[in-house]
């Protein structure tokens, strides 16, 4: 059985970091693209970053790009997200997702499994 397991998240204020991690079970991690997700109250789904299962293509969202990274450690079978300088609206509930293919991608709909995901509130 596959399961994406997310932590890190938090209550933090305006310019603080945090570091979400997502931990991958049941599925070969190192075959998988990656992706953050998040979802505010009453937004839809959106992208935040993606890694591609050899490292080499990445991709943010123009919100995030400059202050989140994120990076893969195959060996432990996770994914992160440094988030640095975090804004109020970079508040939501934080997603992780895994999907085959050889390019990341920023559709959701694309992606095979997700995770339960992780709140990360920022305060102003």
């Known amino acids: 059985q596959v399961q994406l397991v997310e932590s890190g998240g938090g209550l933090v204020q305006a310019g603080a970091s945090l570091r979400l991690a997502c931990g991958a079970f049941?599925?070969?991690?190192?075959?998988?693209?990656m992706g953050w997700f998040r979802q505010a109250p009453g937004k839809e789904r959106e992208f935040v970053a993606a890694i591609s299962w050899s490292g080499p293509i990445i991709d943010y969202a123009d919100s995030v790009k400059g202050r989140f990274t994120i990076s893969r450690d195959n060996a432990k079978n996770t994914v992160y997200l440094q988030m640095n300088s975090l804004k109020p609206e970079d508040t939501a509930v934080y997603y992780c997702?895994?999907?085959?293919?050889?390019?990341?991608?920023?559709?959701?709909?694309?992606?095979?499994?997700w995770g339960q995901g992780t709140q990360v509130t920022v305060s102003s």
């Open positions: 997702g895994a999907r085959t293919g050889s390019l990341v991608s920023r559709n959701q709909h694309v992606y095979d499994y």
């Open positions: 049941g599925l070969p991690f190192s075959r998988y693209d």
